[in-house]
């Protein structure tokens, strides 16, 4: 039998069952791989603020290499000692902390809510790490990271990712030459919590000055590059108070 | 019997040469043009693409005789954003690892014109086993010319080729660069992608002159 498939009414009716049956296939698949797809994220996660503290699987000058996911689990309760929440003046220990969503916070706090900030306590050799999460905006999308302090607020390590910068040149901000490049580096200028500049023209390339609040930019990223310079400014700002209570003056 | 006939071998050759997608069909040309700084984001691309429209024309051709024609470009969007979006998931929950890679293009991918343009130039018209060959075809020859690309901006713009330094360390002044060579920087930001598409529609023009419009 053929369709006559001009009509309005068969228009109609084709796009209403497309409409469900494509909805009901999406939905059903969302719903039964979301606990598979949470608990990769979690993973990730702790193996991205290891990753800042230095608990990795890098080797030489290659790619980044995280803890397994089968290992990450122990090893995240073996080296981070504490988890706080800070809420204003209030400071909770929470070992769930890490699962806190940055979007949620930030946009809390445009509702004059006050906002969880979470904050992790590293342990390796007896050094201590502060671990702080950030986010903020690159060139198409969300980008965010950990950056891991010593007492003297000098990064020990980074750990930066991107919902969909641009393949070679904004993504790079993932890349060990990129993130290797902050470790050493001074989130303070004088007293006053700088952060750290993606900058350009520097003239720096080795970065081998590492008092200047800079490092070198990536060529053809600027925009996603200004982003990180101020999610970085940005969120250590927000650990201002409790980075002054733990500093080494 | 062979198993590809006369013609169903040129749906797959064709697009490589004389109809080539990007060059001639002037299809995909803005992902050609945002993501091929990288050989290795070349690659991955165009073996996303394979999948999406081997598969996609496929799916469109089974449904071409009872597709609506006023809104057939909707159905077509749907059917590859619904194909592109279960990859993405399954990925998500079995290979995350390698859904982490491949995010960043899944958007690339559903807004390509190359599959739209294949979907509605092609499958619309013809069988499923045809169809598929017409989608390995074009993204066979869409790949080559993003590998093509990918190779001159990433060997030009940043001296190495799928991540590896092949010109030596610009930094430290080994390899060529002893010699005074410097990274062209201009061959990393897109416009330059624009100019080696152009000079390789220039080369495939200047040998086969039939491809040459009147004006």
């Known amino acids: 039998m053929a369709i006559n498939t001009e009509k309005n009414s068969y228009t109609v009716i084709f796009a209403s069952v497309m409409v469900v049956v494509v909805g009901t296939v999406l939905a059903f698949l969302a719903s039964s791989l979301s606990e598979k797809i949470k608990e990769n994220e979690r993973l990730e996660k702790q193996q991205n603020i290891l990753y800042a503290m230095g608990i990795n699987k890098n080797e030489g000058e290659g790619s980044v290499s995280f803890i397994p996911t089968d290992e990450v689990a122990s090893e995240f309760s073996k080296y981070i000692k504490e988890q706080l929440i800070i809420e204003g003046d209030k400071i909770t220990k929470d070992d769930q902390a890490y699962l806190i969503d940055l979007k949620k916070q930030a946009t809390a706090a445009k509702n004059g809510e006050t906002r969880k900030l979470p904050l992790f306590i590293g342990d390796k050799d007896g050094n201590k790490f502060y671990i702080i999460p950030m986010r903020g905006k690159g060139l198409w999308d969300a980008i965010w990271g950990f950056v891991a302090l010593d007492d003297r607020m000098v990064v020990q390590g980074v750990y930066f990712d991107h919902a969909t910068e641009t393949p070679g040149l904004g993504a790079n901000i993932k890349q060990r030459y990129f993130m290797d490049d902050f470790s050493g580096e001074s989130i303070l200028a004088g007293t006053k919590y700088a952060g750290i500049a993606v900058a350009k023209g520097n003239n720096d390339p080795l970065n081998q000055t590492k008092d200047d609040n800079e490092v070198d930019a990536l060529a053809g990223a600027t925009i996603t590059g200004n982003g990180v310079s101020a999610m970085i400014s940005e969120s250590v700002n927000l650990y201002k108070d409790y980075l002054e209570t733990i500093r080494v003056k | ?215």
């Open chain 2, 1 to 215: 019997m062979a198993l590809l006939t006369k013609k169903d071998a040129s749906l797959i050759l064709d697009p490589l040469a004389d109809n080539n997608p990007i060059t001639i069909q002037v299809l995909g040309i803005c992902s050609a043009l945002a993501i091929t700084a990288e050989l290795k984001a070349s690659v991955v691309m165009a073996i996303s693409v394979l999948f999406v429209l081997g598969i996609g024309n496929v799916v469109i051709s089974l449904m071409r005789n009872i597709i609506p024609s006023k809104i057939r470009i909707i159905v077509q969007l749907i059917v590859v954003a619904t194909l592109v979006i279960i990859v993405d998931q399954v990925l998500k929950a079995f290979a995350y690892e390698l859904s982490k890679t491949l995010s960043v293009f899944v958007g690339l991918i559903i807004t390509n014109c190359i599959i739209m343009g294949r979907f509605e130039a092609f499958a619309l018209a013809n069988g499923p086993w045809q169809s598929f060959l017409d989608g390995i075809g074009n993204s066979l020859g869409y790949g080559i010319i993003l590998i093509i690309v990918g190779f001159f901006r990433e060997l030009l713009g940043s001296g190495t080729l799928y991540g590896f330094p092949v010109l030596g360390n610009p930094i430290s002044k080994t390899g060529l660069y002893a010699t005074g060579y410097e990274n062209n920087g201009f061959m990393i930001i897109p416009p330059a992608a624009l100019i080696v598409v152009g000079i390789v529609i220039w080369i495939q023009r200047s040998r086969n002159t039939a491809l040459i419009e009147d004006n």
